[in-house]
């Protein structure tokens, strides 16, 4: 069963105890239970939480429980906010799909904003608009691969040319390679997943930077979308293998395939390289919001949004995983979420008044309310954060 298989992966002995805190002992050698109760959704962790394994290599830790701050929902717009009456523009990366997808119509959905939808396949993205009801007015197609430096290039000068303004950026698009037993590589030969989810958007990142400076909107916002499964401070973090950048001497030799595809120069992974990426993608957040929320004013975030089980990120995984992930998520982990919910969550982080904090990681819980949650020591180590966007300037030639 693929699901087991993954369990057969896990520390012997995982408890999640009360405050969210969880210990590993390397004892147990079966998978002997499962059980969740008053099931706690800051990431979805419960408060007693038994999962017993096979066989376990030296493992033990402790996890943090996750920092609540309850946001409560704003119903009115702030003074801010009601200084402009025109439309924003938010600029949605792979919204061809998803919670991308999602995003787009939850947004065009208020009337409020027009979407770009930056996407790789221009008629797939012009049918899911479509598909979902989304109106000729509220949304326009811009082809954009990230997986080439040049398209993105290209696509920064194809916006500057329709001379909108830029109000929002949301870096959303992503691959998962969970079954690759080969690395494959971006146009300019940098792994796929880093390169896409990462560097890709790290060089978008940087040229709309300027766009999103000039925009004379009220609150101007820039979402990295991050992930559960890249902090280690969360049982999802936990299961094998797990993200970790080392000392980036992969990413620092070029992530190429000659010296290593791996950000730590280790051995190819695909499902570690997809969490690295997300790792990358946090800490790119945050480094954005220590150089630039002060001088800009641009609000910088990231957000786990939940665990949206049926979209096509989970494409390339074997049948079975994707026949069973959605009901593992619903009944067991609670940790599911549906992409039309979802896509409400990351609207949010776009243009709500109360979610306008700068550097924060947003998650949400039970009841679907907002809070600030609490990175994992390496998405949010600031020294790791400065190496990830020097070596990553080269990478993309900002350098
Ligand atoms: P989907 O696969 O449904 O959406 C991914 C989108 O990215 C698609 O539109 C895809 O385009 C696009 N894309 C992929 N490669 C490129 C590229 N080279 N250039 C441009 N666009 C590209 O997955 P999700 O909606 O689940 O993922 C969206 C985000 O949510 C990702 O950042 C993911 O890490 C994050 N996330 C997802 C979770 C989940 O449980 N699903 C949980 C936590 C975070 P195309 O349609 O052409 O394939
Ligand atoms: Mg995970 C609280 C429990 C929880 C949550 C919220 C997730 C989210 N997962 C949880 C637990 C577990 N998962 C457990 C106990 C297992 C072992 C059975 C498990 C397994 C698992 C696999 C094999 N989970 C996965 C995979 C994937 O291939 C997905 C992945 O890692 O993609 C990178 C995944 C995910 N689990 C999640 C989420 C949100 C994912 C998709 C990850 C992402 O988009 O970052």
Known sequence: MALQAAYSLLPS???????????????????????????LRADKISNRLTIKRRQSPRFSTSIRAQTVTATPPANEASPEQKKTQRKGTAVVTGASSGLGLATAKALADTGKWHVIMACRNFL??????KSVGMSKEDYTVMHLDLASLESVKQFVDNYRRTERPLDVLVCNAAVYQPTAKEPSFTAEGFELSVGTNHLGHFLLSRLLLDDLKKSDYPSKRMIIVGSITGNTNTLAGNVPPKANLGDLRGLASGLNGQNSSMIDGGEYDGAKAYKDSKVCNMLTMQELHRRYHEETGVTFASLYPGCIATTGLFREHIPLFRLLFPPFQK??????VSEEEAGKRLAQVVSDPSLGKSGVYWSWNNNSSSFE????????DAEKAKKLWEVSEKLVGLA
Do not use: D, M, W
């Open 124 to 129: 797939k993205a012009e049918k899911a608009a």
């Open 13 to 39: 002995t995982v408890s999640i105890h009360k405050e969210g805190r969880f210990v590993a002992s390397p004892k147990e050698t079966t998978v002997t239970s499962f059980s969740f109760s008053n099931s």
């Open 331 to 336: 009944y067991i982990t609670k940790g599911y």
């Open 373 to 380: 949650n609490q990175l994992s020591k390496e998405a949010s």
